[in-house]
């Protein structure tokens, strides 16, 4: 009998400050208890340590709703993640230690920050690293200094063409990495390409709350990524859904929306974005990711993530579509999932 098909689940922002953190995902624990592997990007410190330095942070208790939900990885490289400073994030990993959750894109220093966490199941290595291009300047890890793991970008203005024909139009944004960063990216993941047999990168990445505009670094990191061996990209930030473009058979989703993302003790609908998210499904045979399915989430009236009904999940399936329609990417919807097509080809 041949090994069992692995299933790898991945959310975006998880971000939960509640009474009862244990029953955050109780619409949606039954998908996560089905897979083998589930991960998300941890969108707060779990910290009450430090200086806070932004708005949003969890007590470490609200790991509770982790640990409950079967997170097994959880991404720490974010624009949040250091609202506390470096002992907010020294907390953090203290917490997610002792409760069994592994984490990436963020330590001590620099090399604790680009460190890959490898889970093995069936025999198939699975590596994480987590990044982010979102984020203050004192955020990033050095070799002396706590921090997240970083892609740093430059960004400049060009004039339109039609700049003197017609004065006060839009100047055309055009962002670049910076070549150390795209150095140190590649050289991670080659060397997380050594120790596993599948690479998943998760990108704090983008522009807040646009479904439609994909910075242009985006686009070109994601393929270099690929390039440099990674499997799966899945992004993060925008806090809407947006497209996803297969390159080279990997997929990269360039933002799962909200996924959970709230307030308990205040109007949670002041802090949501979308309402709207997938849960990204990878089935993965043969040591390779062979099928890439979306799942499509909804929110309750307490902001809570549920399975879409049948209606709902047919208006995300479509937004998907047209969302990804312009990197050639096809889809279906089929029983309650989005099936993207051409993973693995």
């Not at 069992?4 to 244990?22: A, F, G, W």
């Not at 592994?102 to 093995?120: F, L, M």
């Not at 979308?274 to 799942?295: M, P, R």
Request: proline share 3%; glycine share 8%; charged share 25%.
């Amino acid at each position: 009998m041949g090994k069992k098909k692995i299933v790898l689940d991945l959310v975006s922002d998880v971000y939960i400050q509640r009474e009862d953190p244990e029953n955050a995902f109780q619409y949606v624990n039954h998908i996560f208890k089905a897979a083998d592997v589930v991960f998300g990007n941890q969108e707060a410190c779990l910290s009450t340590k430090g200086i806070n330095r932004g708005r949003f942070q969890s007590n470490p208790e609200m790991v509770a709703s982790l640990v409950a939900g079967g997170f097994d990885v959880v991404g720490l490289a974010n624009n949040h993640s250091m609202d506390r400073g470096a002992e907010g994030i020294m907390e953090t990993i203290e917490t997610l230690d002792k409760a069994g959750i592994a984490h990436c894109g963020a330590g001590k220093n620099i090399d604790e920050a680009h460190k890959p966490v490898i889970i093995e199941r069936e025999s198939t290595n699975i590596a994480f690293l987590s990044y982010t291009s979102v984020f203050l300047d004192h955020f990033q890890a050095l070799a002396d200094r706590a921090g997240v793991a970083v892609v740093k970008l430059r960004t400049s203005y060009r004039p339109p063409e039609r700049f003197f024909e017609v004065p006060g139009m839009p100047a055309i944004v055009l962002t670049e990495p910076e070549q150390d960063s795209v150095d140190r990216m590649k050289q991670d993941i080659a060397n997380a390409k050594t120790k596993a047999d599948i690479v998943v990168i998760s990108w704090h990445w983008g522009i807040s709350q646009s479904y439609r505009l994909v910075a242009e670094y985006q686009r070109e990191m994601g393929k270099l990524a690929i390039d440099a061996g990674a499997d799966l990209i899945v992004g993060h930030h925008p806090h809407v859904v947006q497209g996803v473009e297969i390159y080279k058979g990997k997929g990269i989703c360039y933002c799962l929306g909200d996924f959970s993302f709230f307030l308990r003790h205040t109007d949670p609908r002041r802090f949501h974005h979308g309402s709207e998210a997938v849960v990204v499904e990878c089935d993965i045979e043969d040591k390779q990711i062979q099928n890439i399915s979306l799942i499509p989430l909804s929110k309750n009236e307490n902001y809570e993530p549920v399975v879409a009904t049948e209606e709902e999940g047919e208006k995300i399936f479509k937004k998907m579509q047209g969302l990804s329609e312009a990197y050639g990417t096809s889809m279906e919807f089929e029983n309650g999932k989005i099936l993207v097509k051409g993973v693995n080809a």
